[in-house]
């Protein structure tokens, strides 16, 4: 299934609206991984609510998201509804508050095959119990009918993707699925993700404020910034050659481990790069270059006008006036 | 050598379980020291106790077993007024800086609040004159003084923590998670601040995180905790060139890197994490989870073997793996 975004835009209803993600197109083809990272306030959660339909209300989407062709903001809810639940698949960051409390995790998983594939209850069952051993749960005959407070952190994100997955999903949107995990669970789920999407014909976006875990798992990297995209391309050639200052800055401030220590002098000695300020808030942007006020490479010509969106090599964009400095 | 700032003797902290005979060992026989101006880096899990281990070294909470050890004096003998004295020299940094500031106070209030509880703090224009000291040390205004923690964004608030923090000249500041969250961006700003503390002002720091990578920018020495114990220990850059312990290297290995290749679509593992773990008293904590785990490993708990000067690990076959 291929996914095109064409000029999203999101924004809060009001006098004047406030927008929130403006400009934001890309495009996912079938099977591809696209990796979405941007700290916090870059809009990439809203990004992945807008795609699925799921905006709170007061917030409204503009431009087109189209699902091999068919765009999903002209759709009434009732079509939109079968759309998100069975082509869309979506993993959320906090498996607790993503599951019902209440439910036994392998009726939540039968859930959705009761709605979306028609099951009957005993083969929905059936089917529900496939896909918590398809995720790797140890014992899942047995945790069949537990509750989600009986399981780990990382078992219940195994619940999660089992609930995504039910309806055959044909694109997985998966957001922060690993930020509330311990780092050797993580590396789990992260496996268990890479291996579903390599058996299956599935597209996967994989949203994360962490480079590393989109250099592990994505073909291509997207790079947000304050409700809008700065950088897109493969993502070997994102993150060894970034074309705008702003991810080159972002790979700066990694804390490197491993670092030769000379001697402790010069250890001590170390400071990491950092970008001054802090992302800027909706409704707070100046005019220009979102990023200009913490650029080390701004120039009075990033100030005026927002800089266009341009394709500096083949499949790899930027949004920065100033990228051909860093080629 | 003079004294270490800081030494914990065999500390443990024991809950016990409600309503079971279960004893749950968060700290489980703990020795460490932390000199002078250096920093001992505690990377853990989550449940591994870290935190509880922050608390006690804080005198927050009272150890099951064992003491700590704050410039010669023992902090949990000392009579309540004298532990109030003996806290200017330690204070503390926690991960929220949304949670742990008051929204109603000023943040001149909140910074001075270490001071309210100790009778020889100056007061008055001098209290006032030491906030704005301490403001200008973490990169604030004097101007800051009056406004809300609401006005300002979490790498900022983070920056008020810390000066809360050192109001009282501390010698030794805790750190739990101080960085875990904030963003990558205002993250570097924050561990680079700390680093200019410790060079500028001598500080200790004991600094707690799940990030390996974090902990290796300030820590010289690092400690990695697993179940309430330390698996392995020692000088910062030689746990990384040569972690001997598989938890340790476990953890190297799963941590995500810009530089590492692609998953491959090999088969992944099950989760690791299940239950039946909890008889490790007499066995070694890692041994259920360990790949190189044999007979041994559950039979006996491993003591803390030296593999070379100042490295110490846990581990019945340390060197050998």
């Given amino acids: ?327 | 050598m003079n004294a270490p700032l800081l030494e914990a003797r065999g500390l443990a902290r024991h809950f016990r379980q409600r309503g079971t005979h279960r004893v749950l060992r968060a700290v489980d026989g703990l020795d460490f020291t932390i000199e002078e101006g250096s920093t001992l880096g505690v990377v853990g899990e989550s449940g591994s106790g870290k935190s509880t281990l922050a608390r006690l070294v804080m005198a927050l909470d009272r150890p099951t077993a064992g003491e700590v050890i704050f410039a010669g004096e023992n902090l949990f003998t000392q009579p309540s007024h004298r532990l109030a004295r003996l806290r200017r020299g330690f204070q503390m940094v926690f991960q929220d800086p949304y949670g742990s500031l008051d929204p109603r106070q000023t943040v001149a209030r909140i910074i001075a609040e270490p001071l309210h509880l100790d009778p020889e703090a100056p007061r008055g224009t001098a209290r006032r004159a030491r906030v704005t000291e301490v403001l200008n040390q973490v990169g604030l205004a004097a101007g800051d003084a009056d406004r809300l923690p609401h006005q300002f964004s979490g790498g900022q608030r983070q920056r008020i923590a810390i000066a809360r923090a050192l109001i009282s000249g501390p010698r030794l500041v805790v750190a739990d998670e101080p960085v875990s969250a904030l963003d990558l961006s205002v993250q570097a700003q924050v561990l680079n601040l700390l680093m200019d503390l410790r060079d500028q002002q001598g500080l200790a720091f004991l600094f707690i995180s799940h990030n390996l990578a974090v902990v290796q920018v300030l820590a010289d020495r690092i400690a990695v905790m697993y179940r309430g114990r330390f698996v392995e220990s020692g000088p910062a850059d030689e746990i990384f060139r040569r972690p001997m312990h598989p938890y340790t290297r476990l953890l190297l290995e799963a941590e995500p890197r810009i530089d590492a290749p692609r998953r491959q679509a090999r088969s992944s593992a099950p989760s690791s994490r299940g239950e039946g773990a909890d008889n490790w008293i007499s066995a070694c904590a890692f041994a259920a989870r360990c790949p190189h785990a044999t007979e041994e490993c559950t039979a006996g708990t491993p003591a803390a073997t030296a593999v070379a000067p100042d490295h110490l690990v846990t581990c019945h076959y340390a060197g050998q793996i």
């Fill in chain 1, 1 to 327: 299934m291929k996914l095109e975004l064409e000029k999203l835009a999101v924004s809060l209803r009001g006098e004047p609206p406030l927008p929130l993600i403006a400009d934001m197109s890309f495009r996912l083809e079938e099977g591809g991984t696209l990796g979405i990272v941007g700290e916090s306030g870059s809009g990439k959660s809203l990004l992945a609510l807008a795609i699925i339909g799921l905006l709170p209300g007061g917030m409204q989407a503009k431009g087109r998201i189209l699902l091999d062709g068919r765009d999903l903001l002209g759709l009434p809810e009732s079509e939109l509804c079968h759309v998100r639940g069975a082509r869309i698949g979506m993993i959320f960051q906090e498996p607790m508050t993503a599951l019902n409390p209440a439910m036994r995790i392998g009726d939540q998983i039968a859930e959705g095959l009761l709605w979306h594939r028609k099951l009957g209850g005993a083969a929905a069952r059936a089917e529900a119990l496939r896909l918590l051993e398809r995720v790797r749960m140890p014992e899942a005959a047995r945790r069949f009918a537990f509750y989600p407070h009986e399981l780990s952190g990382g078992q219940r994100q195994r619940v999660g993707i089992a609930i995504a997955l039910a309806p055959g999903p044909q694109l997985l949107i998966a957001d922060e699925p690993t930020t509330a995990l311990d780092v050797t669970v993580q590396s789990e789920i992260l496996d268990l993700l890479a291996e579903l999407v390599a058996e299956s014909a599935m597209s996967l976006i994989l949203i994360s404020h962490d480079l590393g875990i989109i250099a592990g798992m994505a073909e291509r990297t997207l790079v947000m910034y304050a409700g809008t995209r700065f950088e897109e391309g493969p993502t070997e050639t994102v993150l060894r050659h970034p074309l705008n200052p702003y991810t080159r800055g972002l790979l700066q401030a990694m804390p490197q481990r491993g670092l030769p220590g000379t001697d402790e002098r010069d250890r001590r000695a170390r400071r990491l790069a950092s970008i001054p300020g802090s992302v800027p808030q909706a409704g707070h942007l100046a005019p220009g270059c979102r990023f200009a006020d913490r650029c080390a490479m701004a120039i009075p010509a990033c100030r005026p006008v927002e800089p266009a969106w341009r394709e500096l090599a083949p499949r790899h964009a930027v949004r920065c006036i100033r990228a051909e400095a860093l080629l």
